[in-house]
Structure formats: C-alpha cells, structure tokens
C-alpha cells in the first residue's frame, strides 16, 4: 500500500516568511495530492491540491510543486501570517485510486 | 460548514460496548469516506463507499463495519470497544470519490473509558 511521509513535524517561521512543507509517497500510481488545514478542534479543510498531470500549483500565498520522478510534492506558503498557524497535512490516493493515505501532519506556528 | 453533518458530536461509553456514528453527505455527493484521528494524530483511512457499495478498505479493524443507505447516508459501527478506540472520527464526502475534493464533517469524538 501506500507510504506518505511528510517533514517537518514542527515549524516555526516569523510572520511574513516563508514556510515549506515536504511529502514523499510510495506508490507510482497515485495521481491525486491533495493538502490539508485543520485548526484545533476543527475539520480538515482543502486548501490547494495538485493532480499527477501538473508539475505545479498556485493560489494566493499558496503553492504545491510535484515531482512525479521524485515522488515527492511539497507546499509553500508565502508572506505566512498568524492565521496560518494549524496543522498541516498532506495527503496521496492509491491503489484503486479510493484509498487515501495521510501524512503525519506538521504543525506550523506563525510568530507575529 | 462544508455541508457534511455528523452526529453525534460527543459520544461516551465504556469498554465493551458498541457504538453508532453517523454521516450526511453534501447535496449531490455519492461518496461517503470515514477516517479515525486519535490524539495528535494523523489522519488514518477507514473505508469508502460510493452510491451504497464499499469502494476501497483501508485500516479498518474487524470490530468496525459501515455501510451507506440508498439515500446516501453512513453510519460507521463500532464494537466490543476499547480504550484504544477513542479518537475523533471524521467523515468526508465527495462527488465522484475518485481524485476529487473531499469535504469533512465535524467529526464525533468517542471517549472509551
């Protein structure tokens, strides 16, 4: 089955950095790589999410580069600001494509 | 609100017993996903099903069935519980339930004690 991998664990950036958030994936097959915010308490919310097809993918202060050779994908959030401190985390189907494998989750503090 | 409802919201019980959880997808959503977050942990996948049929398994102890009703609502089964099985159990739905975006529910927080 599928191994997702993501690193760091922990981040903590100043407010206006940039923060960058690493996954590795185990099967060649997966061709969806969807990223997750979840605050505390609350529900895992989609915030950019990246198809085998495309090398990458902005929105905003949000961007998700795959590297299908690599099989790694990484999210980078520029200008981060206090409200983007949450838990991260990424995420790759597999298998017949229904599966989903989650990372680990990295938890990112944006001092003010 | 992403539109998926979950009750209940808070569930206690003890060891032994056997719960019930149960899902609303969004309007227009045929795939039901539920997933088991324990404390400080990730996301762990469940099962999947799609228009009424199971879809895909992942890491689901026998002790654990579901099942999606013709008007596209879920429940997920717990039984003979244990301790172990306290955690906050997500369900997520989908349009398609193929590489599309999955909306999450507010989950129900389980305490086994």
């Known amino acids: 089955g599928e191994n997702v991998e993501q690193h760091p664990s922990t981040l903590s950036v100043q407010e206006g950095d940039s923060a960058v958030i690493k996954c590795t994936y185990s099967?060649?097959?997966?061709?969806?790589f969807p990223w997750y915010k979840q605050e505390l308490g609350k529900r895992p919310q989609l915030i950019i999410d990246i198809r085998s097809n495309v090398g990458e993918k902005k929105d905003q202060r949000i961007a998700v580069t795959l590297n299908k050779t690599a099989k790694h994908f990484s999210l980078h959030i520029t200008e981060t600001q206090p409200e983007d401190s949450a838990v991260y985390f990424c995420?790759?189907?597999?298998?017949?494509?229904?599966?989903?494998?989650f990372g680990s989750g990295t938890k990112l503090n944006v001092k003010p | 609100d992403s539109g998926v409802t979950q009750t209940p919201k808070h569930l206690i019980t003890a060891t032994g017993q056997r719960v019930t959880l149960r899902c609303s997808p969004r309007s227009g959503d045929l795939s039901v996903y539920w997933y088991q977050q324990s404390l400080d942990q990730g996301l762990q996948f469940l099962i999947q099903y799609y228009n009424g049929e199971e879809r895909a398994k992942g890491n689901i102890l026998e002790r654990f069935s579901a099942q999606q009703f013709p008007d596209l609502h879920s429940e997920l089964n717990l039984s003979s519980l244990e301790l172990g099985d306290s955690a906050l159990y997500f369900c997520a739905s989908s349009v398609s339930g193929r590489a599309d975006e999955q909306y999450f529910g507010p989950g129900t927080r389980l305490t086994v004690t």
């Open positions: 099967d060649s097959a997966s061709n969806y």
């Open positions: 995420a790759a189907n597999s298998g017949n494509f229904n599966k989903f494998y």
